[in-house]
């Protein structure tokens, strides 16, 4: 949908598509509004995990607008830039014994996803401007 050859690239459809495809694919942002949650699952590209990133800020999630940060598949940084305090489920593929949530070592809770895939996870409370990292 992104290939500069497709005739009916400039519909705004594609451009929108295309970023809720980063947004939700990429990225793995999901909002569980009815639990004033914010979900993240980082699904970057298989190569040199030290290298690959993806960054998004400015996304409105319900009443709050947020930036999220993925370094690889084991890092990520939320921010709440505005709105209300919300929670943060932190999400990683695989089965680790411990997630870091700002450094501090906690124990996850384990489960698999609708697709099958195995994640581990841990809810984090994120206050009005603040930052958190997790990182698995």
Request: charged share 25%; net charge positive.
């Amino acid at each position: 949908m992104t290939d500069p050859n497709l005739k009916r690239r400039s519909y705004p459809e594609l451009s929108f598509t295309v970023v809720g495809n980063i947004g939700s694919g990429l990225m793995g942002i999901h909002p569980l509004m009815s639990r004033r949650t914010l979900q993240t699952l980082p699904q970057l590209p298989e190569h040199k995990e030290e290298e690959a990133w993806a960054e998004l800020r400015n996304v409105p999630i319900g009443e709050n607008v947020i930036a999220v940060t993925h370094r690889g598949n084991k890092k990520t940084r939320q921010i709440n830039q505005s709105g209300p305090d919300l929670l943060w489920r932190a999400s990683f593929m695989g089965n680790a014994e411990k997630i870091f949530v700002d450094n501090k070592p906690v124990v996850p809770k384990k489960s698999t996803t609708e697709g099958g895939i195995r994640e581990v996870w841990i809810d984090i409370a994120v206050k009005q401007g603040q930052a958190r990292e997790s990182q698995c």
